[in-house]
């Protein structure tokens, strides 16, 4: 039986927030499990999710595999001892200095809502040393921007082990960037974390200006040029979110990017963002160009002479620009020869 979580105290209590992507349902179900029905601390949890899918199937996994009550998060609800609460589909979820839940619809970061990043930034301007959080399985590096504002705050990390995750790259990028002494399997995670909890928590250190400046643009309340003009220089990329122009934000050797409405990436979320645009844009063209040419070949078939001769041409260099893009577009595919038919 699940039994009746403890109120969270704002003022001393200590917060668990976690990170995952690819790989993740199993991921936090192998960790949750190691939780016990008492657990002294609130956890926060963001798996990405696409817009579409409601994470009914994560939320339904995890109660029927844990002690400990798992709930989809909603505004304003006051954070609880002992209780899960998931970053619902297509919001990110914070948290408030008086401890209570926040949701918004903030502009997208590393390409996903829910992101990470949000989440542990809210967390570490709210309650500095008594944060932990933790980063699991995915793919890219969501999170690690999160991390470094935790560490900053004086908060604890906790990172999955590369080994024993089914997609490495997150906590690898998390490694390489946040010096912790927590790299660990999953496994190992709950005695881990049951101490932390147990022990004081760490020297309280000034919270740094640009993470809540960070915190604020991710509720909404302050998002513009005089805000991200503080956390970096203006550089000439466009965002891919919405077509205006970056500021480049650089804390130690971790570069990111900002717009000012908000969209936020990592150098690699960013190429990653900038690539899928490049081949949606080829698809169009692709697909404009084909259309093209048969309108050209049809037009030329019902004319004669001259008229026909162009229709003709137009439509054969049509069919030059056609193979230009499909070269482009098969130079990216990943299939090696083994994938190939003999």
Same mark, same amino acid.
């Given at each position: 039986?699940?039994?009746?979580?403890?109120?969270?105290?704002?003022?001393?209590?200590?917060?668990?927030? /976690?990170?995952?992507?690819?790989?993740?349902?199993?991921?936090?179900?192998?960790?949750?499990?190691?939780?016990?029905?008492?657990?002294?601390?609130?956890?926060?949890?963001?798996?990405?999710?696409?817009?579409?899918?409601?994470?009914?199937?994560?939320?339904?996994?995890?109660?029927?595999?844990?002690?400990?009550?798992?709930?989809?998060?909603?505004?304003?609800?006051?954070?609880?001892?002992?209780?899960?609460?998931?970053?619902?589909?297509?919001?990110?979820?914070?948290?408030?200095?008086?401890?209570?839940?926040?949701?918004?619809?903030?502009?997208?970061?590393?390409?996903?809502?829910?992101?990470?990043?949000?989440?542990?930034?809210?967390?570490?301007?709210?309650?500095?040393?008594r944060v932990i959080g933790i980063i699991l399985t995915g793919y890219l590096d969501d999170g690690t921007a999160g991390?470094?504002?935790?560490?900053?705050?004086?908060?604890?990390?906790?990172?999955?082990?590369?080994?024993?995750?089914?997609?490495?790259?997150?906590?690898?990028?998390?490694?390489?960037?946040?010096?912790?002494?927590?790299?660990?399997?999953?496994?190992?995670?709950?005695?881990?974390?049951?101490?932390?909890?147990?022990?004081?928590?760490?020297?309280?250190?000034?919270?740094?200006?640009? /993470?809540?400046?960070?915190?604020?643009?991710?509720?909404?309340?302050?998002?513009?040029?005089?805000?991200?003009?503080?956390?970096?220089?203006?550089?000439?990329?466009?965002?891919?979110?919405?077509?205006?122009?970056?500021?480049?934000?650089?804390?130690?050797?971790?570069?990111?990017?900002?717009?000012?409405?908000?969209?936020?990436? =990592?150098?690699?979320?960013?190429?990653?963002?900038?690539?899928?645009?490049?081949?949606? =844009?080829?698809?169009?063209?692709?697909?404009?160009?084909?259309?093209?040419?048969?309108?050209?070949? =049809?037009?030329?078939?019902?004319?004669?002479?001259?008229?026909?001769?162009?229709?003709?041409?137009?439509?054969?260099?049509?069919?030059?620009?056609?193979?230009? /893009?499909?070269?482009?577009?098969?130079?990216?595919?990943?299939?090696?020869?083994?994938?190939?038919p003999s």
């Amino acid at each position: 039986m699940k039994i009746i979580s403890t109120i969270f105290s704002p003022e001393s209590g200590k917060i668990v927030v /976690i990170g995952t992507s690819a790989g993740g349902m199993s991921a936090s179900i192998k960790l949750l499990q190691q939780f016990p029905v008492d657990f002294p601390a609130p956890i926060l949890m963001v798996q990405h999710i696409s817009g579409d899918a409601s994470g009914d199937a994560l939320l339904q996994a995890l109660n029927e595999s844990i002690e400990l009550k798992c709930v989809h998060a909603i505004q304003d609800a006051h954070l609880e001892n002992g209780k899960v609460y998931l970053a619902p589909s297509d919001h990110h979820l914070m948290v408030s200095k008086s401890g209570h839940v926040q949701i918004t619809k903030g502009a997208q970061e590393n390409r996903s809502r829910p992101a990470i990043d949000p989440l542990f930034r809210s967390a570490a301007v709210a309650f500095g040393n008594r944060v932990i959080g933790i980063i699991l399985t995915g793919y890219l590096d969501d999170g690690t921007a999160g991390l470094i504002a935790i560490k900053r705050c004086g908060g604890t990390c906790i990172i999955q082990e590369p080994n024993d995750a089914e997609y490495p790259d997150m906590p690898q990028n998390a490694l390489n960037q946040v010096k912790t002494i927590y790299r660990l399997p999953i496994a190992k995670m709950g005695a881990a974390l049951m101490k932390i909890l147990a022990a004081p928590a760490k020297k309280q250190v000034e919270i740094p200006k640009d /993470i809540e400046l960070e915190v604020k643009i991710a509720e909404r309340v302050l998002s513009d040029l005089a805000a991200v003009n503080e956390l970096g220089n203006q550089v000439p990329f466009n965002c891919p979110g919405c077509g205006g122009v970056l500021w480049k934000i650089k804390k130690g050797s971790f570069l990111r990017y900002r717009c000012h409405t908000g969209h936020a990436y =990592t150098a690699a979320s960013l190429v990653a963002e900038q690539t899928n645009k490049i081949e949606e =844009t080829m698809w169009v063209a692709l697909r404009m160009f084909e259309e093209r040419r048969n309108l050209l070949t =049809t037009l030329a078939k019902g004319q004669t002479g001259a008229a026909a001769r162009s229709a003709e041409e137009r439509a054969a260099l049509s069919q030059v620009h056609i193979d230009r /893009i499909r070269a482009i577009l098969l130079a990216d595919d990943k299939a090696t020869k083994s994938d190939l038919p003999s």
